[in-house]
């Protein structure tokens, strides 16, 4: 299995190579790093500051290196400003299933969002398990009631400091039994 992941605005270079190291260790699949895109003008809402997340997925699906090839192979967005997705106050990330697309923002997994000490470490370890879970959710997988597991819904980044960047026992049988490698 192949994984494509695309920065979209200016998130941290040595974030977005450690992510994708990450993804291959843990996950045991190929990532891809595709050039840097910037972030659509439009899709940025003033009076919020913040980016319509939904604008950014098909402006960017629509560029040649992204474009849709096979929703089998999944395509990571991920970009340093805040989204936001329908009538929601901001999103952490979202996956459309259709398209095997996700987004993730790196804005609010920053601990200095939250004015607390900067840590990259911290940051990276939220992203990849982030990461992980949008890709669980492109394979099928819908939330896990066990607060540990890396399918578990975590609405605050207390909740995804928590959970761990594995699926738990009973999500790995329903993997299994999909048939999915992850
Ligand atoms: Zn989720
Ligand atoms: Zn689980």
Known sequence: MLIRVVPVGN????IMSVLCSQIE?????KCRLIRQIPLPEHALNIWRRQYNCETIMQEVSNIPEVKFIDKEIP??????????????SFVFGLEESDTGCCIISLARLMPEFYDETPNEKLATERLIKEAIHEIGHLKGMDHCGNFKCVMAYSPSVGDMDQKERTFC???KIEL???GIKL
Request: aromatic share 6%.
């Open 176 to 178: 299994m039994t999909k």
């Open 169 to 171: 026992e009973k999500c």
């Open 11 to 14: 998130p941290p270079e040595k």
């Open 75 to 88: 395509t990571l967005m991920i970009t340093e400003q805040d989204i936001y997705f329908k009538g929601l």
């Open 25 to 29: 260790n843990s996950l045991g699949i």
